[in-house]
Nanobody, 116 residues
Framework: QVQLVESGGGLVQTGGSLRLSCAASGSIFPKGWYRQAPGKQRELVATVSSGGSTNYADSVKGRFTISRDNAKNSLYLQMNSLKPEDTAVYYC?????????????WGQGTQVTVSS
């Protein structure tokens, strides 16, 4: 059962832009974007809190923007001025809370490739 679905990845030239989307089920709330390049550890890209505060990795500050649509229970990542080092699989991470217990879920990921 797929509960988080990412879309919007693709192939783009250096300096280009992409917009990623994450659609979540009603019981899971998308909270952030992570990425994983081949041979590297998965890393945080950007998160947004319930209060609307945002946090970004230093490597993407000023270039990426995270946003959400609460009515659609969706999360977005606008990526501008893309660089080859942004090439990775991008994952949406969502939270389901039950009686104070947190359960975390990952989407299937969407590939972003930035060519030189």
């Amino acid at each position: 059962q797929v509960q988080l679905v990412e879309s919007g990845g693709g192939l783009v030239q250096t300096g280009g832009s992409l917009r990623l989307s994450c659609a979540a089920s009603g019981s899971i709330f998308p909270k952030g974007w992570y990425r994983q390049a081949p041979g590297k550890q998965r890393e945080l890209v950007a998160t947004v809190s319930s209060g609307g505060s945002t946090n970004y990795a230093d490597s993407v500050k000023g270039r990426f923007t995270i946003s959400r649509d609460n009515a659609k229970n969706s999360l977005y990542l606008q990526m501008n001025s893309l660089k080859p080092e942004d090439t990775a699989v991008y994952y949406c991470k969502g939270l389901k809370s039950d009686l104070g217990y947190d359960s975390w879920y990952w989407g299937q990921g969407t590939q972003v490739t930035v060519s030189s």
